[in-house]
C-alpha cells in the first residue's frame, strides 16, 4: 500500500482497510512527504495510540525511517529504505513469532544494546 498526505484517504482509514482484510501483515510506504524531521519513536507511539483511539488497538505499527540512524550489531538496516515504512501486525501474532524466535539461535550474537534497541527481553538460557 501507498500513501501521502494528498490522498483522498487518511492513514488510519489505509490501515482500516488492511484491518478488515485477511491479511496477516502489511506493509504501508510513506512517499511524497517529508519524513526526514520525522522523530520516529514518538511518531510511532502517536500513530498506535491513534489505532487504538479508533477501535484498532489490536494492531501494531512499526516505523522504519531511512532517516533515522539504526544500527543492529553494526549493521544500518533502515538506511535501503526508500521512505518511511510502516509494517502492520496483529499484536498477538508478534507475540507469538517473538517467542518462537527466542526459543531459536536467532538472538545469539546479538550485542545486549540490540536487545534493549529492540525491545526484547533477553534469551533464558
Same mark, same amino acid.
Given at each position: 500500500?501507498?500513501?501521502?498526505?494528498?490522498?483522498?484517504?487518511?492513514? $488510519?482509514?489505509?490501515?482500516?482497510?488492511?484491518?478488515?482484510?485477511?491479511?496477516?501483515?502489511?506493509?504501508?510506504?510513506?512517499?511524497?512527504?517529508?519524513?526526514?524531521?520525522?522523530?520516529?519513536?514518538?511518531?510511532?507511539?502517536?500513530?498506535?495510540?491513534?489505532?487504538?483511539?479508533?477501535?484498532?488497538?489490536?494492531?501494531?505499527?512499526? @516505523?522504519?525511517?531511512?532517516?533515522?540512524?539504526?544500527? $543492529?550489531?553494526? $549493521?544500518?538496516?533502515?538506511?535501503?529504505?526508500? @521512505?518511511?515504512?510502516?509494517?502492520?501486525?496483529?499484536?498477538?501474532?508478534?507475540?507469538?513469532?517473538?517467542?518462537?524466535?527466542?526459543?531459536?539461535?536467532?538472538?545469539?550474537?546479538?550485542?545486549?544494546?540490540?536487545?534493549?534497541?529492540?525491545?526484547?527481553?533477553?534469551?533464558?538460557?
Amino acid at each position: 500500500m501507498v500513501y501521502n498526505s494528498n490522498m483522498n484517504k487518511s492513514l $488510519i482509514e489505509i490501515i482500516r482497510e488492511w484491518d478488515d482484510s485477511q491479511f496477516k501483515t502489511g506493509l504501508i510506504l510513506h512517499i511524497g512527504d517529508d519524513m526526514e524531521t520525522i522523530v520516529r519513536k514518538p511518531y510511532q507511539k502517536f500513530l498506535n495510540e491513534e489505532l487504538k483511539k479508533n477501535q484498532m488497538g489490536d494492531v501494531k505499527l512499526l @516505523c522504519f525511517s531511512p532517516f533515522e540512524d539504526f544500527n $543492529i550489531s553494526g $549493521i544500518d538496516t533502515r538506511k535501503s529504505a526508500p @521512505c518511511m515504512l510502516y509494517n502492520l501486525a496483529k499484536r498477538k501474532d508478534l507475540q507469538e513469532a517473538g517467542e518462537k524466535l527466542l526459543k531459536t539461535k536467532w538472538y545469539d550474537n546479538l550485542l545486549t544494546e540490540d536487545f534493549k534497541r529492540l525491545n526484547i527481553k533477553k534469551k533464558i538460557l
